[in-house]
Nanobody, 122 residues
Framework: QVQLVESGGGLVQTGGSLTLSCAASGRAFSSYVVAWFRQPPGKEREFVAHITRAGGSTYYGDSAKDRFTISRDNAKNTGYLQMNSLKPEDTAVYYC???????????????WGQGTQVAVSS
């Protein structure tokens, strides 16, 4: 079993930045692909980004391209999501997830954190 805990969410104004962290415990963090998803109020959960086991490859959803950066530090068992140029439509609960394959599909991730709230004011 792998446990994931997100942190770093909060309230920020349009154009601001936040960095989210995903701390992992349990099995070896480096064995898993890490992804970020988000769920805006009243909407379905959507893919944000993923990063491969050694951090060599990244992939972003359309809403995150050119604004967000996913990274990981396997020595610290931690994943990150750097978010810049935030917009009100980025308001959501952000979840980190871990799985054995790199994918934009929720079903491909086995372990999930509890989420951290990000709110972007106009």
């Amino acid at each position: 079993q792998v446990q994931l805990v997100e942190s770093g969410g909060g309230l920020v104004q349009t154009g601001g930045s936040l960095t989210l962290s995903c701390a992992a415990s349990g099995r070896a963090f480096s064995s898993y692909v890490v992804a970020w998803f988000r769920q805006p109020p009243g909407k379905e959960r959507e893919f944000v980004a993923h990063i491969t086991r050694a951090g060599g490859s990244t992939y972003y959803g359309d809403s995150a391209k050119d604004r967000f950066t996913i990274s990981r530090d396997n020595a610290k068992n931690t994943g990150y999501l750097q978010m810049n140029s935030l917009k009100p439509e980025d308001t959501a609960v952000y979840y980190c997830a871990a799985g054995i394959s790199a994918s934009w599909r929720q079903r491909d991730y086995t372990y999930w954190g509890q989420g951290t709230q990000v709110a972007v004011s106009s």
